[in-house]
C-alpha cells in the first residue's frame, strides 16, 4: 500500500538534498530556482532573520523521503525587495485596525525574475503544496500568501483556487533571428537607430573596452569591484543594499550561468553589470560604477545583453523591473503575473476591487506604450505587446 505524500517545513534550505530539489526546478531554464542560487542567499546571510526573510520552504515528500515538490517560501515582517508593492494593502489594513505583518512571499528573494513558484513533479503535489501554504497563514497567524513573478500557466491555475490574480508590467528585448547587432538596428526607426549609435560611439570614444567574463573566469577581485558598484548603486537608489559580499563569490559555483559584463578604462574596471543565463534568456540583474561615462549605463545594461543574447542565439533579454527609458532601445512592455491569497474577508474585497481597476490600468498602459514602439514594422508591436 503506497504512502501518501506528506509535506514538510525546512528553514535552511541546506537541509533540502541539493539535486532533489533541482530535479523539481527548471533549473536549465531559471537559475534563480536553483539550490545553489538559494542556498547562496541563506547562506551568506543575505536572507535571514536579521535582514527579515526567514525562510519557511516548504516541501512534499513521499514515503522514503524522496522530494517530489517544493516551494521557496519565507515569513516576512515587511514588504522590502519584493518589487510587487503591497505597501498600500499594508497601510489600509493596519489603519482598519488588522494587522498585515508576518506575510508569508513565495518569491526569489530581491529577484523580480519570471518563473513557476510551486515547483511539483504533478499537478496533484502542486495542489497539496498550495493547500498547505494556504493553511499556514491560519496556523503562523499571518495576513495573506503572496506568489510574485509567476509564470503565466501558474497564475492562471492559482486563480481557480481561491486567489486573487494581480498583474505588473516590464521592458523585455525579444530576438527575432538578428544575425548581428547592426541587423537589429535595422529593424528600429531611423531616429531610434541613430540615437543608439550615437550612444555607443560616444562609450567607444571615451576609451571604454568592454569584456565578458563567464563562471572561473571573473575573479575575486573583480567580484570586490563589483560589490563596490553595487553598494554605490544602493546608497544612490535603493539606501539598503540586500546582498552580502559573500552572496557574489557564492555564486561563482553556479559556473558558466553567471556573466559577468565589465567595462574598462585603462585597465581599471570602473563599471559592470552582474547577469544570469538560461537556456534560451538572458536575465539582466545587477549595474553600478565607480566613474560616470555618458551612455555606459545603456551600453552595458542593455546593449552589450542584446550583443550577447544575438552571439548566443537567446530568445529572450529580461533586463529587471520598471525602466521606460528601456522601450526606446528595444525592450517592449510584457505583463507579469502575481497571486494573493488573503485571510481576512475586508481586505479580500477590497484588495479585488482594486486589482480589477489596476489590471485595467495595467492593460491599457501596455497598449499605449506599444504604439510607440521603437521598430519600424507595426504588426512587430502588435506582436511584442500581445
Known amino acids: 500500500m503506497s504512502v501518501a505524500p506528506r509535506l514538510e517545513l525546512c528553514a535552511d534550505i541546506a537541509n533540502i538534498d541539493a539535486r532533489q530539489w533541482d530535479s523539481c526546478a527548471p533549473v536549465r531554464d531559471n537559475p534563480f530556482l536553483s539550490h545553489a542560487f538559494l542556498h547562496a542567499l541563506e547562506a551568506s546571510g543575505s536572507v535571514a532573520p536579521s535582514t527579515g526573510w526567514l525562510p519557511r520552504h516548504l516541501i512534499a515528500v513521499d514515503g522514503e523521503d524522496n522530494l517530489l515538490g517544493c516551494m521557496p517560501l519565507y515569513l516576512k515582517a515587511h514588504s522590502q525587495g519584493e518589487y510587487v508593492f503591497d505597501h498600500g494593502w499594508a497601510h489600509a489594513f493596519e489603519r482598519a485596525g488588522g494587522r498585515y505583518y508576518p506575510k508569508l512571499q513565495v518569491c526569489v528573494p530581491f529577484t523580480p525574475v519570471t518563473g513557476p513558484r510551486i515547483l511539483a513533479r504533478d499537478d496533484g503535489i502542486e495542489t497539496l503544496l498550495l493547500k498547505g501554504a494556504t493553511g499556514m497563514c491560519e496556523q503562523m ?35 527575432r533571428g538578428y544575425k548581428s547587432f547592426d541587423d537589429f538596428l535595422e529593424s528600429l526607426s531611423a531616429r531610434k537607430r541613430g540615437n543608439i549609435r550615437r550612444e555607443r560611439a560616444g562609450v567607444t570614444d571615451a576609451g571604454v573596452e568592454v569584456e565578458w567574463l563567464r563562471g572561473d573566469d571573473i575573479t575575486p577581485a573583480d567580484w570586490d569591484d563589483f560589490y563596490r558598484f553595487y553598494l554605490d548603486t544602493a546608497d544612490r537608489k535603493w539606501n539598503h543594499a540586500y546582498l552580502t559580499r559573500d552572496f557574489f563569490e557564492r555564486i561563482a559555483s553556479m559556473g558558466p550561468s553567471v556573466l559577468l559584463i565589465a567595462a574598462r578604462r585603462g585597465g581599471r574596471m570602473i563599471a559592470a553589470t552582474l547577469n544570469f543565463l538560461g537556456a534560451d534568456t538572458f536575465f539582466g540583474r545587477y549595474w553600478g560604477c565607480s566613474e560616470r561615462v555618458s551612455g555606459l549605463h545603456f551600453e552595458l545594461c542593455y546593449y552589450q545583453a542584446i550583443s550577447f543574447a544575438i552571439h548566443h542565439s537567446l530568445a529572450n533579454v529580461e533586463a529587471g523591473a520598471q525602466g521606460m527609458h528601456k522601450l526606446a532601445r528595444g525592450y517592449l512592455p510584457v505583463r507579469t503575473f502575481s497571486a494573493h491569497y ?13 486589482l480589477a481597476f489596476e489590471g485595467e490600468v495595467i492593460d491599457d498602459e501596455i497598449a499605449l506604450l506599444a504604439s510607440h514602439s521603437p521598430f519600424r514594422n507595426t504588426d512587430t508591436k502588435q506582436e511584442e505587446a500581445s
Open 141 to 175: 497567524k499571518c495576513s495573506s500568501l503572496h506568489f510574485s513573478f509567476l509564470e503565466e500557466k501558474q497564475w492562471d491555475r492559482l486563480g481557480t483556487r481561491d486567489l486573487l490574480l494581480r498583474r505588473g508590467q516590464q521592458f523585455h528585448w525579444h530576438n
Open 342 to 354: 488573503i485571510v481576512d474577508e475586508r481586505l479580500r474585497a477590497a484588495v479585488r476591487d482594486y
